[in-house]
C-alpha cells in the first residue's frame, strides 16, 4: 500500500514504554478500541512495532507458550494473557474484551477456548469480515463481524465482505505481514474494495442483531453464578414459550433439534443436553424476542430473587 493503514505508527492512542521496562515490552503499546477483535488487535499492535512475522509476535505477546497459538487465535480467550499484558501495556480486563469472553460469562459457559468454541461453533467465521469504511476509518477489526448471522455494517448499510474485494481470497484472522488494511494473499488495500448496500429489508434486523451482539460482547452485568445466569434465562425462555401456546415439542420441531435440547435450555444446562449459541439465537427468533430482551429479563429476575433472599433472611 502507498499510505500507512490506520492505526500503524504514530497512532495517537500510542503509548510509550518506561524507560529500563523489560525487553518484552513493546515501544508502542496502542490501546485496544471499542468492540475490537483481538486477532486485529495484535495485528494492529504488531504493525505499530513493525513486528512483520507472526512468529516474532508470539515469542513476545505469547512467550513460554505453544508458538502455533497465535496462528490458530480466533478471538476466544487465550488461557494465559500475562505476556501480552505485560507487552502491550493492557489490563487482562481490557485484553478480555477483545475476545468471546463476555458471551460465554452470559451464557454460563466456560470462557477456555474449546469449550466455548463448541457453544459457537457454525456461529463464528473462521476467517475476516469486514466493512470496508469502517477499516479505513477505525484502522482496526470489530469483533461482532465475526458472526455471519451479522449481514452487514448497520453504521454504513452496506453488506460485510467476507473476501479480498481484489484477489476473492479469503482474508485470515492473523497473517503475515500483521497489518490492519492489507489483504495478506495479493497485498490489496482492503479499505478500497467496494461492498454492496444493504438492501432496504435487511437492514433493520441488520442493526437489531448488531445490538445484541454489542449487548453481548459487552461486560455487562450477569449473576455471580454463572450458571444462575443459564437457568434464569431458560426460564425465560419456557415462560415466554408458555405464553404463546406452544409445547416443547413444537418448538423442537421448528428448530429441527431434538426435544431434550429444547428442555436442557430450558433448565438452564450448560453441560451435555444444552443448547449451542445458534440453538439459543433460533429460539429467541421462534419466540418473537431479542437477545437483549432475554437478558435484561434475566438479570432483572435475578436482582429480584436476591432481594427476595435478603429481605427472608432480615426477617
Known sequence: MGSSPPGGRGDGGDVASPPGSHVDVLPLRPRPRPS??????????????????????????????????????????????????????????????????????????????????????????????????????????????????????????????????????????????????????????????????????????????????????APRPAPEDDREGARYIGRRLGRARRARGLLAAEVAMGLSVPLGRVEGMERGNVVGRGGSFADYVAYVDRLGLSIRDLFTSALEEAEIGALIDESTAIA
Open 36 to 217: 475490537e477483535s483481538l486477532t486485529g488487535y495484535l495485528a494492529r499492535l504488531a504493525d505499530a512495532n513493525g513486528v512483520r512475522a507472526v512468529d516474532a509476535l508470539s515469542a513476545i505477546c505469547f512467550s513460554g507458550q505453544d508458538r502455533r497459538i497465535p496462528r490458530a487465535q480466533a478471538d476466544y480467550p487465550p488461557r494465559s494473557l500475562a505476556a501480552l499484558s505485560a507487552a502491550s501495556g493492557c489490563s487482562r480486563a481490557a485484553l478480555l474484551g477483545t475476545t468471546f469472553y463476555h458471551l460465554a460469562v452470559k451464557f454460563g459457559r466456560s470462557p477456555a477456548p474449546q469449550p466455548l468454541s463448541r457453544f459457537l461453533a457454525g456461529s463464528v467465521a473462521p476467517h475476516l469480515r469486514y466493512c470496508p469504511a469502517c477499516v479505513a476509518e477505525s484502522g482496526s477489526h470489530s469483533l461482532a463481524w465475526r458472526f455471519p448471522r451479522l449481514r452487514g455494517c448497520a453504521r454504513h448499510e452496506n453488506r460485510l465482505l467476507d473476501a479480498c474485494g481484489h484477489c476473492g481470497q479469503p482474508v485470515p484472522l492473523l497473517a503475515a505481514p500483521l497489518r490492519i488494511g492489507m489483504c495478506p494473499a495479493c497485498r490489496g488495500d482492503l479499505r478500497t474494495c467496494v461492498a454492496v448496500r444493504l438492501d432496504q429489508a435487511a437492514r433493520r434486523p441488520t442493526a437489531a442483531f448488531a445490538r445484541d451482539v454489542a449487548f453481548l460482547l
